[in-house]
């Protein structure tokens, strides 16, 4: 419905909101449009003063990822799941903090022996956001229907401005030709 519709709503707008450099090249490319970037915000003060607690030997690495699990991402969360999994000499585990109700995950396939799901509210997030050792910024490899690789090659999603400001390191683990890719290497942000 959405492909049907569109050209026809984009046309009655002058200037059109989107999210990030890549979207706005494709409604440029697609309709001619002109468009605005709205950054993604974040509020510092939520993520400053924070004292890392100290390093005690621990033998589990955090890798966390919050936020919604869309079909943009199931897929490469998956793909963690069993990393995390069926190699436990990594002594890993992979923490989904989503919306999404951990018995939802499940059914998802997010589950398992090194797999923690929770729901959490901002704050809670935030916290987890600073301790974590590794974030986790996914984006399928495999997409059924234009839509969805339009999606994952323009995705540029709220939590990363999140992710930058917690300080820790970031693995994204999403096809080359992702927003997220890209930008990791061209900024250095993280580990692609």
């Given at each position: 419905?959405?492909?049907i519709?569109?050209?026809?709503?984009?046309?009655a707008?002058?200037?059109a909101l989107?999210?990030?450099?890549?979207t706005?090249?494709?409604?440029?490319?697609?309709y001619?449009?002109?468009?605005?970037?709205?950054?993604?915000?974040?509020?510092?003060?939520?993520?400053?003063?924070?004292?890392?607690?100290?390093?005690?030997?621990?033998?589990?690495?955090?890798?966390?990822?919050?936020?919604?699990?869309?079909l943009a991402?199931?897929?490469?969360?998956?793909?963690?799941?069993?990393?995390?999994n069926?190699?436990?000499?990594?002594?890993?585990?992979?923490?989904?903090?989503s919306i999404?109700?951990?018995?939802?995950?499940?059914?998802?396939?997010?589950?398992?022996p090194?797999?923690?799901c929770?729901?959490?509210?901002?704050?809670?997030?935030?916290?987890?956001?600073?301790?974590s050792?590794?974030?986790?910024?996914?984006?399928?490899?495999?997409?059924?229907?234009?839509?969805?690789?339009i999606?994952?090659r323009?995705?540029?999603?709220?939590?990363?401005?999140?992710?930058?400001?917690?300080g820790?390191?970031?693995?994204?683990y999403?096809?080359?030709?992702?927003?997220?890719?890209?930008y990791?290497r061209?900024?250095?942000?993280?580990?692609v």
């Amino acid at each position: 419905v959405g492909r049907i519709i569109e050209p026809f709503l984009l046309r009655a707008v002058d200037t059109a909101l989107v999210t990030g450099g890549p979207t706005q090249d494709y409604y440029q490319e697609r309709y001619g449009l002109k468009t605005t970037v709205l950054l993604h915000s974040v509020d510092l003060n939520k993520y400053t003063g924070f004292q890392q607690p100290a390093r005690q030997e621990k033998k589990v690495t955090d890798i966390l990822f919050t936020g919604s699990v869309t079909l943009a991402q199931r897929g490469a969360i998956l793909d963690m799941v069993r990393v995390v999994n069926e190699f436990p000499e990594l002594d890993a585990r992979l923490i989904v903090v989503s919306i999404e109700s951990p018995h939802s995950l499940e059914e998802m396939g997010i589950a398992g022996p090194r797999v923690v799901c929770r729901q959490a509210d901002r704050e809670y997030i935030r916290v987890l956001q600073r301790s974590s050792d590794i974030h986790f910024l996914p984006l399928a490899f495999e997409c059924h229907g234009m839509n969805h690789r339009i999606i994952v090659r323009t995705a540029s999603p709220s939590k990363l401005p999140e992710y930058l400001a917690a300080g820790r390191p970031i693995l994204v683990y999403a096809p080359p030709d992702s927003y997220y890719a890209r930008y990791a290497r061209e900024e250095g942000f993280g580990l692609v």
